[in-house]
């Protein structure tokens, strides 16, 4: 598979869609994860039941806000190196435009500039 910057702005798109997708699923969740203090009654083990749950929830909540963290950070290194990868084919061609041709010569314009780094938010 040929790697090009339109490709990798692609998969930046994906990652960015799905980031926003797990937070607002994950969001939308919360509201179906909080329990009453009485959920379990007035059993012995009632109290124990309802503070398991509740740090179980509120550690699924800080894992699913990392996984958007590393998401969001992939988006932003997705759209840096298809950048990287747009300038360097643009150097690299001017370069190659200024050693090996011949200036008196007429030669294809190297076309438009890159496009600047793209708002991901």
């Known amino acids: 598979m040929e790697v090009v910057p339109e490709r990798l702005a692609e998969l ?3 990652c960015l869609s799905a980031s926003k997708a797990l937070g607002a699923a994950s969001t939308g969740a919360l509201g179906g994860m909080t329990l009453p203090s009485l959920a379990a009654g007035n059993t012995a083990g009632g109290a124990a039941l309802v503070s398991a749950h509740v ?4 550690a ?5 806000g990392r996984l958007v963290a590393v998401l969001e950070a992939d988006v932003d290194a997705l759209y840096l190196c298809a950048f990287d990868f747009s300038t360097t084919d643009e150097d690299v061609a001017g370069s190659f435009e200024s050693t090996y ?6 030669h294809p314009s ?3 500039a890159p496009t600047p780094y793209p708002e991901a938010r």
Request: charged content about 20%; hydrophobic content about 35%; aromatic content about 0%.
């Open 110 to 112: 190297p076309g438009p």
């Open 60 to 64: 699924a909540t800080t894992a699913v």
């Open 101 to 106: 041709l011949d200036p008196d010569e007429p």
């Open 12 to 14: 930046a798109n994906t």
């Open 55 to 58: 740090a179980t929830a509120e």
